[in-house]
């Protein structure tokens, strides 16, 4: 059969889609959800059974749906939760208020929905209009309209392993998201964690409720690590995004100067939120490869905040010196007397540094992970369905995240949801942004919203 509707990915994204197309689709229609990962829905973000993993956006913001926004707040309070819509909710809650939500979509059966749990590795355009996509397994599934929401998967370790021996590897945790890995951990082991953004903290406070004592190195480029929420409400600041300066120089001193201006820098950043789609895409693309060159690990850990509650835990840790911090550039993995060797160049010196450890654990996340860890997304490039964003930030997409071929030809039945866009729109890796861009691509294909 072909299906009006192939979703391919297993994460919000791809749950945001299937509600969104379930509320547009006419009765009868037929929706595919390609996904290899157990959790639907629950997605890398969502799974996790630990309390103490919170979601980064307080509750009142974290609806499915733009147009209902207490959606997530009235279920957290169906299912008794103490969470207010100003607190940070577990994200394992999110998970189960996703899987709920779903569920009471499908129950209501005006569509088919198939749920095909396989990875797709290839795609063609069949003479019918129709696309075909090749799974692992062998089959095939085909559909109208094909909706991309495969995030950005991880980065790989910027060092060769290969040298290593196998006993070796298995100290290297390629993807911390497969928290099987934590079970392996003996409590005085030395880890080294590549990366210091969310994952670091997530992976950081897992080790600890896991029983692990021992000493955490973190390493990355600049050594900066996210800062906090703040514990009562600031107003952000009037920002005029159409007064801002073009070139990045200015422009964050512009910021900087607004910063200063006001009680708190978040209030700049939150006045900036709502508008950096429009910000980023106001930019010439030199000043974007700037901004990503230079300025990308302020704006994280400035823009991607953690729960006030969450950040004096970790910071407890540093304090007591258990985690220590190292800013430099990971040159090459080793092994030594059972352990592993980690040696790096600190920033702005010459001489190399080297850590001893028993683990080395990759926290590099996916923010520019491009296409090169997906072979569909290869795949669709080599036969021109799709062309990789410049910038190394996913798919070319048009303003209605329809996928731009090779020819630089608008794909009208392909879109592009979540992170893979980003190349368009910068801010789309966040649930408040990509819920809106899920809905318009649902209407889109129902044929209920303009382009
Ligand atoms: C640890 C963490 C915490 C976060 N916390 C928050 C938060 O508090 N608030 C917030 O708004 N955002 C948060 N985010 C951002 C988060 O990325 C988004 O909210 C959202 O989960 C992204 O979902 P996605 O479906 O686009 O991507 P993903 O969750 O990455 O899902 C993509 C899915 O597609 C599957 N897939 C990929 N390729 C294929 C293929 N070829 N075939 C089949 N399946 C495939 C993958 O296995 C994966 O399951 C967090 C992210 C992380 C990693």
């Keep these: 059969m072909i299906y009006d509707v192939v979703v391919v990915g297993a994460g919000f994204s791809a749950i945001a889609m299937a509600c969104n197309l379930i509320d547009a689709l006419p009765a009868g229609a037929s929706i595919a959800i390609v996904g290899d990962n157990p959790g639907f829905g629950r997605g890398t973000a969502y799974r996790t059974e630990l309390h ?50 779903l569920a009471a979509h499908l129950r209501r059966r005006q569509c088919r929905v198939d749920f095909v749990k396989a990875k797709a590795t290839g795609c063609v355009e069949r003479y019918s209009g129709s696309f075909g996509f090749q799974l692992e397994n062998g089959d095939e599934i085909a559909g109208r309209h094909v909706v991309l929401c495969l995030g950005l998967g991880n980065a790989p370790i910027p060092a060769p392993l290969e040298g290593l021996s196998v006993s070796a590897r298995a100290r290297v945790t390629r993807n911390p998201w497969r928290l099987s890995w934590l079970r392996r951990v003996k409590p005085q082991e030395r880890i080294c964690i590549l990366g210091s953004g969310l994952t670091m903290i997530d992976q950081v406070l897992s080790l600890r409720a896991h029983g692990h004592r021992g000493p955490i190195h973190v390493l990355s480029r600049r050594g900066l690590a996210p800062l906090p929420h703040l514990r009562h409400h600031a107003t952000p600041v009037a920002i005029d995004i159409d007064a801002l300066p073009q070139r990045l120089s200015a422009l964050t001193h512009t910021l900087r100067k607004a910063a200063k201006s006001g009680d708190d820098w978040r209030q700049v950043m939150d006045a900036l939120r709502p508008q950096t789609q429009k910000l980023w895409q106001a930019l010439p693309p030199e000043e974007r490869a700037r901004f990503l060159r230079h300025a990308l690990p302020w704006w994280n850990i400035h823009r991607h905040r953690i729960a006030p509650d969450v950040f004096d835990r970790f910071q407890a840790l540093r304090d007591a010196g258990t985690v220590s911090f190292h800013a430099g550039f990971l040159k090459a993995v080793g092994e ?21 450890v028993d683990r080395l654990v990759n926290c590099t996340g ?44 608008v794909q009208p039945a392909i879109y592009g949801v979540g992170a893979l866009t980003a190349g368009r729109f910068w801010e789309i890796t966040a649930v408040p ?19």
Excluded at 79 to 100: E, T
């Design 52 to 101: 103490l993993h919170r979601l980064n956006v307080p509750a009142a913001r974290m609806s499915l749906f733009p147009d209902r926004p207490d959606d997530f707040v009235e279920w957290l309070e169906r299912k008794g939760k103490r969470v207010s819509g100003a607190d940070f909710a577990s994200r394992g809650d999110y998970g189960l208020y996703l899987r709920d939500t």
């Design 336 to 356: 030594a007397d059972g352990g592993l060797t980690i040696d790096y160049r600190p920033r702005g010196r010459h001489e190399m540094m080297r850590l001893n």
């Design 366 to 409: 996916m923010e520019r992970a491009g296409i090169e860890h997906s072979p569909l997304l290869q795949e669709m490039a080599g036969r021109g369905l799709i062309q990789p964003d410049p910038l190394g930030l996913g798919l070319t997409v048009d303003a209605a995240s329809r996928v731009i071929d090779a020819a630089g030809k």
């Design 433 to 451: 942004d990509i819920r809106g861009q899920a809905q318009s691509v649902a209407r889109a294909i129902a044929g209920t919203a303009p382009h």
